[in-house]
């Protein structure tokens, strides 16, 4: 079955047509920068178009970059504050017409690589991390999704959440090369090992597309992999999760 994946991030809106049998993406990925205001109306506006642009019908699956629980927006994440408590699914249907699916989209982009890529078969704790304008974070349990972790989170030295120090945008913004980029990604892997213990990471989001540069800054225990589905693996995990949802009434 052919569904809409959309991918939203704190600076660009992403969607395409994924088999949501096969994983596979079927048309290339349209883009629209996130509004400046990041807020819920603007954000919808453009959501809608993404549909628009592929005059699409159907179900919709959606990666959100915050807290999503029952279709709530539960953080502000690195949107605006006002997206709190906001029932994004309803929001989205209203502005589009069509039914949507909306999970966390680090927790969506863990569910395609644990499905069709690099964590497929893999037991075990596996911690799927994005690196994108925020630090997101998947989690599964022998393959089965642990949703809304948010390793993102931990307060580090003067900085409320670790992410504002080791995201793509702490790089950006501080105007970081890799190397001393690649050191503080590696301090955040090295306490998410100390505190989660996981048996495998995975790093995707836009920043993955970089991995020759600062992958060998990387010097914990644990096994360290990219996600080979890259920044698609957000669009497609939320169509996947989509259909599977629609089958089941729940993630597996
Ligand atoms: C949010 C997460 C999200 C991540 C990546 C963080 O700011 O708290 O929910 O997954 O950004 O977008």
């Known amino acids: 079955m052919e569904i809409l994946g959309i991918d939203i991030g704190g600076s660009g809106i992403k969607g395409a047509l994924v088999n949501a049998e096969t994983g596979e993406m079927l048309t290339e990925r349209f883009r629209i920068p996130t509004p400046k205001s990041k807020k819920p109306k603007d954000m919808a506006k453009v959501v809608a178009e993404i549909v628009d642009h592929f ?104 900085h409320k959440k670790i992410e504002k120090w080791a995201a793509a945008s702490a790089k950006e913004k501080e105007d970081l090369g890799f190397k001393k980029w690649g050191k503080r990604f590696n301090k955040f892997l090295k306490l998410v090992e100390l505190i989660v213990c996981p048996d495998l990471i995975i790093v995707g989001g836009g920043t993955s597309k970089k991995w020759e540069e600062f992958s060998h800054h990387i010097k914990i225990e644990t096994n360290v992999v990219k996600a080979e589905l890259m920044n698609h693996a957000g669009i497609i995990g939320a169509a996947v999760s989509c259909l599977r949802e629609q089958h089941h009434g729940h993630l597996h």
């Open 55 to 158: 005059n699409y019908k159907g179900p919709v699956g959606c990666g959100f970059p915050s807290i999503v629980k029952n279709g709530i927006c539960k953080s502000p994440g690195n949107l605006d504050p006002s997206w709190v408590g906001v029932n994004i699914d309803e929001l989205f249907t209203e502005y589009t017409g069509q039914e949507f699916t909306v999970l966390n989209d680090a927790d969506a982009a863990g569910y395609a690589s644990m499905n069709y890529g690099v964590g497929k078969g893999k037991d075990g704790l596996v911690i799927m991390i994005t690196i994108g304008t925020g630090l997101g974070s998947g989690a599964f349990y022998n393959g089965i999704l642990i949703p809304n972790f948010e390793l993102g989170q931990i307060p580090y030295k003067k």
